[in-house]
């Protein structure tokens, strides 16, 4: 029988506040101990959300916040995501500052426009800055461009070519959906004005359907953390009645990822406090059983799964790629269309990593 995986109320007071700009009830923090602190601490790094609940421990009254060193620590982290922020955002708009000189159109779209949707933007943790080139020739005019400064370009000829500048990883994407199958998703970018981000964007619809099945097929495949579902939520609560995301939820469906909107969308309002107009509706058809799984995988895996990736180190190949395998079948009930259609590419990338 499988232990039951909880969350500490602490904790989800903590992102809570965090997500939503609230102050935490200081009445839960008075007795914790520097071990309970502790596990908050490593629990929130796990799951990529150490920024922002850093922010809400900060507006505990000083009696409730950690002891000592602890303290530094959380405030360390703080400081630490907000500057890292800030080189995000200095090394993105040089570079996006170099392909409008060139008249490349670039959507940044993923976790470096979804900052701006937070109460307090820089809190969220950023990996890299995706872009993506609506024009036929685009990708190939952004790397020679890229090139002729002298920058290194990695795997050229994937799905994801990567590059570094100031220290910051930059993914270029031949499509920003990435899926075994075609989307009807308007392919036009629409201009940002914003004191967090400036510059061009996926359309809404668009958006909500990349942000979604992203999630879900890093859920199928590796594993996935709190920290996506946050941007869901933040998502929604901004955009969730409008014309266009309501276009993109009908489109998640039409591609059989209604299941996993359902139930990504009842945890993020039953865990998170998600609250917005067509809520109801959209998890009028939500099962306890299957939240509950999600919940588990999203506890065990942590953020983009970085416990079921480290495996590969520990395992044979073989034994790794079979139980990887076995793990997306057992979750196809969450987008049957995406696991089945994805065995092909499954098999051909096990083979030949063999």
């Excluded at 890093?218 to 955009?239: Q, S």
């Amino acid at each position: 029988m499988k232990q039951k995986l909880t969350i500490p109320p602490q904790f989800l007071e903590l992102l809570r506040c965090g997500l939503w700009g609230t102050t935490p009830d200081s009445a839960l923090f008075r007795s914790l101990t520097s071990e309970q602190w502790l596990s908050l601490l490593l629990m929130s790094q796990q799951q990529g959300v150490t920024g922002l609940m850093s922010d809400s421990v900060l507006r505990l009254p000083e009696a409730c916040q950690p002891p000592g060193q602890l303290r530094m620590q959380w405030f360390g982290y703080n400081h630490a995501v907000r500057h890292q922020q800030k080189l995000f955002s200095a090394a993105r708009n040089e570079v996006l500052g170099w392909f409008a000189e060139a008249g490349i159109r670039c959507a940044v779209f993923k976790g470096d426009t979804l900052n701006a949707l937070y109460p307090v933007p820089g809190l969220r943790m950023n990996g890299d800055v995706d872009l993506w080139f609506p024009n036929a020739d685009g990708v190939e005019r952004a790397m020679a461009l890229l090139r002729e400064r002298g920058v290194t370009l990695q795997n050229p000829k994937e799905h994801e070519v990567a590059f570094s500048y100031q220290e910051v990883t930059f993914e270029i994407h031949h499509d920003f959906m990435n899926l075994p199958f075609s989307s009807r998703v308007p392919h036009n970018l629409i201009q940002s004005e914003s004191p967090v981000f400036s510059g061009y964007r996926l359309h809404p619809e668009a958006d909500t359907v990349m942000i979604l099945t992203h999630a879900a097929r890093h859920f199928i495949e590796i594993g996935l953390g709190l920290r996506h579902l946050c941007d869901w939520a933040v998502w929604l609560h901004r955009n969730g009645s409008t014309p266009e995301v309501q276009r993109g939820l009908t489109e998640i469906r039409r591609l059989g990822a209604g299941v996993f909107l359902t139930e990504f969308t009842a945890l993020a309002v039953f865990l998170l406090g998600l609250d917005f107009p067509e809520s109801e509706s959209l998890i009028r058809r939500s099962r306890p059983e299957r939240r509950e799984r999600l919940l588990r995988e999203l506890l065990l895996q942590g953020n983009l799964g970085k416990d079921h990736s480290s495996q590969k180190n520990s395992e044979s190949r073989l034994r790794y790629y079979c139980k990887a395998t076995l793990r997306e079948l057992s979750l196809a009930s969450f987008w049957p269309r995406f696991v089945w259609a994805g065995i092909p590419h499954q098999i051909r990338r096990t083979l030949r990593r063999l």
